[in-house]
């Protein structure tokens, strides 16, 4: 029996009222969980923080997620005498230095971190609000702007309706169920597939190509910077909160395709890195004037996994000749060994 317009009017309005107050309830619940899948970095982020504790942490942007791949990393370093030990990849494309910030900040203090290893590039200098923060109104803003602001403010389901687009869900799938078998250096859906099927890009140590390749030396430091003095002392503050929580820390900058014109060869670069190690004392592993195969090269900037498998066990070899390094991570001594694969 069909019930009156007024009744169907009624019903379908609790049947809307009862799905909105369920979703406002469980964005209440999850909302933190929400946030994170829908943001690259807060994703990443929040991947890392289900693989707590790791002994050793990578930030930096996709130029990292690429070069730096701890399984290849951990292989060399217990080949060079390293007990057991972890590691993920918490870099993330298109990060910026404030995204950098405030990653590594939050996880300088995580109990059982080692070593964090830094990136420093012309993509990791870019600036930006951070693109989760809330956009505050300004005293101009019209009523439709005021309305939505104070809807943000007091309803999780409008503040975190983001993590409703299709790619904000695949990452809350990803995060909720499979993060246990990420190791961070999953970009794609085909990468982030090949985790859950336990099968990993890495190439292995037998099939891996010889490749050679010593970091620049560090520049003398300048008297003052003529650029990036800002972006130097956030660098700076990084260390530092890495060393207020016993944690080591040290900077590298990967390689590109064309080594003769990349960014990181430049003056005000080289003289970046040069005031950012005479400050904290930390190593600055300057890969820039690298000349790696480029078969190994997705792009102009990226290595493919077969050339990060490579680097990674440069920087591996890099790690176990820095005798702190080496001796925070609980290895029998520093080897020495030459920045070489055998």
Not at 83 to 96: E, G
Not at 257 to 267: C, Q
Not at 313 to 337: F, K, N
Request: aromatic share 8%; net charge neutral; with cysteine.
């Amino acid at each position: 029996m069909r019930g009156t317009p007024a009744r169907n009017l009624a019903l379908y309005l609790v049947v809307v009222a009862g799905i909105g107050l369920s979703l406002e309830a469980a964005c209440r619940r999850w909302q933190t969980l929400f946030l994170a899948a829908s943001h690259r970095s807060l994703f990443k982020a929040a991947l890392l923080e289900r693989r707590l504790p790791q002994d050793i942490v990578f930030f930096g942007t996709s130029r990292t997620g690429e070069a730096l791949r701890p399984r290849a990393v951990l292989s060399a370093l217990a080949d060079a005498g390293a007990p057991p030990l972890s590691a993920f990849n918490v870099s993330t494309p298109f990060s910026s230095l404030d995204i950098l910030q405030s990653v590594a900040t939050r996880f300088a203090g995580s109990s059982g971190l080692k070593l964090a290893v830094v990136e420093i590039s012309h993509q990791q200098l870019g600036r930006g609000d951070l693109p989760w923060a809330a956009e505050s109104t300004t005293p101009s803003a019209d009523f439709h702007a005021r309305a939505f602001s104070w809807l943000e403010t007091h309803s999780a389901l409008v503040a975190e309706r983001k993590v409703f687009v299709l790619n904000s869900l695949s990452r809350l799938m990803l995060v909720s169920l499979f993060a246990a078998r990420f190791d961070g250096t999953e970009e794609f859906g085909s990468d982030y597939l090949a985790s859950i099927l336990g099968r990993p890009r890495d190439v292995e140590r037998a099939q891996a190509q010889p490749i050679s390749c010593l970091p620049r030396p560090i520049d003398a430091p300048p008297a003052s910077l003529s650029e990036f003095r800002a972006e130097r002392d956030i660098y700076v503050q990084l260390a530092r909160s890495f060393q207020e929580h016993g944690v080591e820390v040290a900077f590298y900058v990967p390689p590109a395709l064309d080594s003769e014109h990349a960014w990181e060869t430049g003056p005000p670069y080289r003289e970046l890195r040069a005031s950012i190690h005479a400050v904290t004392g930390r190593p600055i592993w300057d890969f820039s004037e690298c000349h790696l195969p480029p078969h190994l090269y997705r792009d102009a900037t990226h290595l493919s996994a077969a050339g990060g498998s490579y680097f990674s066990r440069l920087i591996a070899s890099a790690i176990a000749a820095d005798p702190r390094l080496a001796q925070a991570l609980g290895m029998r001594q520093a080897t020495g060994a030459a920045h070489a694969l055998p």
